[in-house]
């Protein structure tokens, strides 16, 4: 519970303790990191561990650090836009000061996490500015952000940064499974999250496995990969740079799981299980070599979006060779 409940984060965790332990923590912490890293556990355990009986760290025993953890602490404010909103709005604002000047009701220091504090917007922080720089003695901010920069400089400026590390894919994949996910579905979820455990599960939750492979399916088919589809699917997945390239990386183990079939592997190295009559079909449509040829350009597609390149060209690119080889193999060439 607390800060041995957060992996994957020990700097940052080292680095509270040791403050906590010293007595030396900033009024204000603007934690920064992916979605998902572990920064809200980290100022929900730095909250606790200001009012637990038995101080410096939380116990989590204590009446007081369960009331922390289900979240209920009289002396715990955690501010975030309102459901459906996109911004904390000054009003927000100005109820968490209100309650900020006052005594702490249970314990001996109020905690304020401001979440999404980027979704503050210039009204709102410049209310909250006047707080950060003379603030009331028995309150403690943390603010939680993506990045740095992603918050107003005079803001960022009067708050002591830490920044958590994005997460290991092992760690994300473990977690995954702890929540029930089976191992294969972790591991491919994991590999495409980029370090962000919310990421991987709204991957999950948007079924986005289940969406791209029905994408992938028709690439192979002379008939139905018509060039319209190939360049809408284009226009789709170049959105977004970063986007673009977890798309290649999910592609690339789904020709992957093909070319293991093709050379007679074991099938139980597949990722994608639920489709193994598509990949079967697949694999002994194109054989290995042209497999490898695929895969070789998902690569060199991969390469080119690291660089300045106009992303949907060079998946219009990438598409229309996939069909090429899918010909190719159609009529023997
Ligand atoms: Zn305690």
Redesign the pocket.
Known sequence: MFFDGIKGQENAVHILKKALQSGRLPTAYLFTGPAGCGKMPAAISVA?SFN????PL?????G??RLHNAGTHPDLTILKPSEGKRWIVIEQVRDLIEKAYLMPMLGKVSTFIIDDAHTMNPNSANAFLKTLEEPPRTSRFILIAPDRNSVLPTISSRCQNLAFRPLGRKIIEGLLQLKGIDGKRAALLASMARGSMEWALDYHREEIIERLADEFEPLLSPERADSNLLLDLANRWARNRADALKILEFMAQWFRDMLIIAEGGFEDQIIHTAHLPTLRSGASQLGGYRLSMVLESIEDTRDDLGHNTNVELSLDNLLFKIRKFGKMAENRI
Request: with cysteine; glycine share 8%.
């Open positions: 606790a637990c009986e038995t101080a939380a116990c989590g025993s204590c007081s650090c």
